[in-house]
């Protein structure tokens, strides 16, 4: 038995990817990972029906509240689970309706985005039996020479990032920290895999992943009436053009990052859908990726004890 656990995973993006990964082989145990007990549960009962596997669990995860992710890693740690082989970074949210923040004090997107998942993944890299993968799912939108519709990202520091400036629209500010959200996530899969081979670790793979566009998916939930009707019903019947996609393909396409035994050796690659592709010039920014790293460590209370090339953080003290 083996375990994978996936954010979000209760809907969307996610619940297609947990069910390619539960349907692959019964020696998966999948967790369904989220905040919406109700939903996780629901979503974990379904799938396991569907695929016929029993091992698929729900857990509690609300990635905008620090004190959640660390109490989930602890709970993981905790339950015996099977070995933990793989962990897809998948949930997320956009806010367009303007800038929010959370109760730790961050700008919600950024906080959900990128710094849950990375204090999720840096507590639970102990737990790792390799060979084992870890995807963060990003986004087209945080390519500015890819037109998307979206805002550009603005990265110029983590702390730039958690607290942003407002902007004249609000609608702009809250998709703009989306975009630059998802640069994050591929700064933090780079900077991950970097830092992971140096330690001599790099049968841990990391890759980022662009599902593409996939109308219909929970993103719309803070859109205006007719937003979510354009996104729910009328973009939908798009998906014979070339990167527009339906959750289920898109889904698979995920898993594959999970499960392909050629991609075994693969890491610090972004990945869209299928194809292995370049990402945006800001997303090799070594330097730039380093600070996102340090910065978003002091941010979660974690530190590092030892210089750039270390991976493992420890709980700083209080």
């Known amino acids: 038995m083996q375990t994978a656990i996936v954010t979000g995973g209760n809907s969307g993006l996610g619940y297609e990817c947990a069910r390619a990964i539960a349907a692959a082989s019964s020696q998966w145990q999948v967790v369904i990972a989220s905040r919406d007990h109700a939903k ?11 695929t016929e596997n029993q091992y698929v669990v729900a857990m509690d995860l609300d990635l905008g509240s620090l004190a959640s992710v ?28 303007g800038l929010t923040f959370n109760r730790d004090g961050f ?51 983590a702390k730039s990032a958690a607290k ?13 920290a989306y975009t630059t959200s998802k640069l994050c996530n591929v700064m933090f899969a780079y900077e991950l895999s970097r830092r992971l081979r140096a330690q001599g670790r ?58 392909d035994p050629a991609l075994e050796a693969v890491t610090g690659k972004y990945f869209v859908g299928r194809k292995e592709l370049p990402s945006s010039k800001q997303s090799y920014d070594e330097s730039q990726a ?13 530190r590092s004890d030892a210089p750039r090339g270390a991976t493992t953080f420890r709980l700083a003290p209080s």
């Open 40 to 50: 996780s549960n629901e979503a974990a009962r379904s799938l396991a029906a569907e």
């Open 70 to 97: 660390r109490r989930f890693a602890a709970d993981f740690a905790s339950d015996a689970m099977p070995p933990l082989k793989a962990i897809v970074c998948n949930a997320g949210v956009q806010i367009i309706s």
């Open 107 to 157: 700008e919600t997107t950024f906080a959900v985005n990128h710094l849950g998942h990375f204090l999720l993944v840096n507590l639970l890299l102990g737990q790792f039996v390799p060979p084992a993968r870890i995807v963060i799912v990003s986004s087209g939108t945080h390519n500015p020479d890819q037109f998307t519709g979206m805002p550009k990202p603005i990265y110029s520091s």
């Open 164 to 176: 942003p400036q407002p902007e004249a629209d609000g609608a702009t500010a809250g998709r703009r």
């Open 202 to 259: 790099e049968t841990i793979t990391v890759n980022a992943f662009d599902p593409g566009l996939m109308p219909g998916t929970g993103l719309a939930r803070d859109y205006s009436r007719a937003q979510k009707f354009m996104w729910n019903y009328a973009l939908p019947a798009l998906r014979f053009i070339p990167g527009v996609n339906s959750t289920s393909r898109s889904g698979r396409d995920l898993a594959r990052l999970v499960l």
């Open 290 to 302: 380093a600070e996102l790293w340090e910065t978003s460590g002091e941010m979660v209370g974690l």
